[in-house]
């Protein structure tokens, strides 16, 4: 009896209840699903489904499937092995290959090991390529770009947003498809996958002869973002917290009066009653529709914060634990996060969970014409991290966790599209694989405000690029510790602001010392507010600096919205790696500190306390160069003096606080040069 079957699109192979296949799935892409006993789920809340067809060859012992430039061999020869899969380029180049069972030590390159009661802990080893370089798993607080060597969390936590794709130097794409809590290792003589409770193992893999050509077709099987609102383009303020109308329309009127564009204005969390209501406090917000038209007024979006916690005082408790809309804790008190009362989290995988939660603040919100919503605590943040301990509609947290954020998201999405908006951005503060096609601008989370925290935003935002994630940004200054008296933490905002202007969301925001303590009516003590976090709260030079970024945003509207075009048409990041505009040029692969917004425009930001100056390297050999001994040198123009150079050296160039070092590629946006 054969070992292996085939249909159009795929190959299978069966062995000792094992059942393993290999299927086409979009261009020059695989997807491979195995179970070691009984049926295959092929079902997939993350990839769209793809009208592929393949080439398949069958032998006794090994079979063959090829799409377009991609191809896989199973073979099962050997005398102690069951199936390994080995996968090759269009050249017949292996780029990723299963670990064998290596003779007398009997190895299995898919080990599931069985938990009591069901399903599996999961772990699939490859065999590691040690000259390989690796890029994106979505967001980690390190400013480490090439990935190889990395132990990585596959889980949520603040600030921390696992989505495991990655993208290799050998012209590969790979693609964990399982949202359970797990971890993986990309070690020197292997690479190991684990994810701790599963049913199935489950990945996409894709080949690509550019870094660009890759994204293209992991975004079309994961989603593309919708277009970016005009609003999305420009200036959006915030802190930590306008807390009552007054305050936010004295900053906006300030704003208006000086004439500086603000394009969202951002109103905080615990504006509301008790987490859970879901609507403005009516002694702090007493007509939030005068407020909104009048901010719109000024050309204004409100953004409003939504938290998924639901306090056990809060109005809709009851009817919500009643109805199962609550995350489960498995055992012990039932308090998922302990922050001005007891809270539970809303369970966002329940499809009527969302659509109750998006009702309440349809009904509460959308009234007074607020259409942005800021989905924050997305992770969601579990005081502590058990994440055994809590089960979703979808299943266990700890099988289907890193789902979380993505259908919180989703359920926003869906409810705005069914009310016709369809110039939807929602902040979120996490993120999984298909986010991106909800409308989800991640933000990098409750960072500190120090030059480390700075350089690790700058590898995180290229990461989520190349994780599918165009919409991004980060809290403009850090969220923790930034004093606005202290002369360091200026200069810091100001390196921080100028690289926010070159973002894909230039969003100003923190938790600024001193606070102030705030009571209700009835005297309880609720959320605080920090200090002021406008530009001009920094005095007058700094103002003066951050309102000319200002300038430089808008003078780039043109460019960013051809930016996010790209993104919503092609799946392009906005922010993006030297190496993803200059592929040949090998000397990109390694620079993590340097980056391009779009492909002309290239941003080197002030990374480190009291720097006058840096290096720079300028690439040469451009994205679509078809041989570099013909191809000329590219030519970059300095935009803040006009003067031009060669690609292919490293300049020390002058960064004094009133600027940073931007080149542009010859011939495009002459309008920036002298501006800086």
Request: glycine share 8%; aromatic share 14%.
């Amino acid at each position: 009896m054969s070992l292996f079957t085939n249909g159009n699109n795929y190959v299978e192979y069966h062995n000792g209840g094992e059942v393993l296949r290999i299927i086409a799935w979009g261009k020059h892409s695989f997807r491979v699903v195995s179970t070691p006993m009984g049926p295959l789920d092929l079902s997939s809340s993350t990839l769209i489904p793809q009208n592929s067809s393949a080439k398949i060859t069958l032998f006794e012992e090994y079979a063959e499937i090829t799409n377009g430039k991609i191809s896989a061999v199973i073979d099962a020869r050997g005398w102690n092995s069951s199936a390994v899969i080995t996968f090759f380029n269009e050249k017949k180049e292996i780029i990723l290959k299963e670990l064998d069972g290596g003779g007398a030590l009997i190895r299995k390159a898919r080990h599931y090991k069985p938990h009591i009661g069901g399903d599996y802990r999961l772990n699939v080893t490859f065999e590691s390529n040690p000259w390989e370089k690796l890029y994106g798993m979505g967001q980690y607080q390190q400013d480490i770009l090439d990935l190889k060597g990395c132990n990585i969390e596959l889980a949520h936590r603040n600030s921390q947003v696992s989505i495991p794709f990655y993208l290799s130097s050998l012209g590969y794409g790979f693609f964990w498809n399982n949202p359970a809590i797990g971890s993986v290792s990309f070690g020197k003589n292997t690479t190991q996958w684990r994810a701790e409770s599963t049913k199935q193992l489950d990945y996409w893999i894709t080949v690509g002869d550019t870094p660009a050509m890759i994204q293209h077709q992991y975004t079309a099987v994961t989603g593309r973002a919708p277009m970016m609102p005009e609003y999305g383009l420009g200036f959006w303020q915030c802190k930590l917290r306008y807390y009552n109308q007054e305050q936010v329309l004295e900053i906006a009127r300030k704003y208006h009066k000086y004439n500086i564009p603000v394009d969202v204005f951002v109103i905080d969390y615990y504006h509301w009653p008790r987490c859970g209501d879901f609507r403005f406090d009516k002694h702090f917000f007493p007509d939030p529709k005068a407020m909104v038209d009048e901010l719109r007024s000024y050309g204004m979006e409100i953004m409003v914060s939504v938290w998924p916690q639901i306090d056990w005082r809060s109005e809709n408790f009851q009817e919500m634990y009643q109805k199962g809309y609550l995350v489960k804790t498995e055992h012990g008190l039932n308090v998922q996060m302990s922050f001005h009362g007891n809270n539970v989290f809303y369970d966002a995988t329940n499809p009527k969970a969302r659509e109750y939660v998006w009702q309440k603040c349809k009904e509460n919100y959308g009234k007074y014409g607020i259409k942005l919503f800021w989905l924050d605590e997305a992770e969601p943040e579990f005081s502590t991290y058990d994440y055994d301990n809590y089960r979703y509609y979808a299943g266990t947290v700890l099988q289907q966790g890193n789902i979380y954020p993505r259908e919180y998201a989703r359920g926003f999405y869906e409810g705005q599209q069914l009310d016709r908006q369809t110039d939807v951005v929602n902040l979120v503060r996490c993120a999984w694989a298909g986010s991106q096609k909800y409308g989800t601008l991640v933000w990098s989370g409750d960072i500190h405000s120090t030059y480390q925290d700075f350089q690790n935003q700058v590898v995180a935002g290229l990461q989520m690029g190349l994780s599918g994630i165009p919409w991004w940004t980060t809290d403009i200054g850090g969220f923790h510790g930034g004093n606005i008296k202290d002369k360091n933490f200026q200069e810091l905002l100001i390196r921080w602001f100028q690289f926010g202007t070159f973002c894909p969301v230039m969003r100003l925001h923190g938790n600024r010392l001193d606070h102030e303590p705030i009571f209700k009516s009835d005297g309880e003590e609720t959320e605080g507010t920090g200090a002021a976090n406008e530009i001009w709260s920094y005095g007058e030079e700094n103002f003066e600096i951050m309102k000319k970024f200002i300038g430089i945003r808008e003078l780039l509207r043109d460019y960013t919205r051809n930016l996010m075009k790209q993104a919503h048409v092609e799946g392009h990041p906005v922010m993006r790696t030297m190496f993803y505009e200059f592929p040949d040029d090998q000397a990109t692969w390694d620079i993590k500190t340097q980056y391009m917004y779009g492909p002309d425009v290239l941003v080197a930001p002030v990374l480190e306390a009291h720097a006058v100056t840096r290096s720079v390297y300028l690439p040469n050999f451009s994205n679509d160069s078809s041989s570099k001994s013909l191809s000329p040198k590219l030519i970059w123009v300095d935009a803040r003096s006009g003067m031009e150079y060669e690609g292919g050296q490293t300049l020390e160039v002058d960064c004094p606080i009133d600027t940073l070092p931007i080149f542009l590629k010859k011939g495009s946006h002459d309008y920036l040069i002298g501006k800086l």
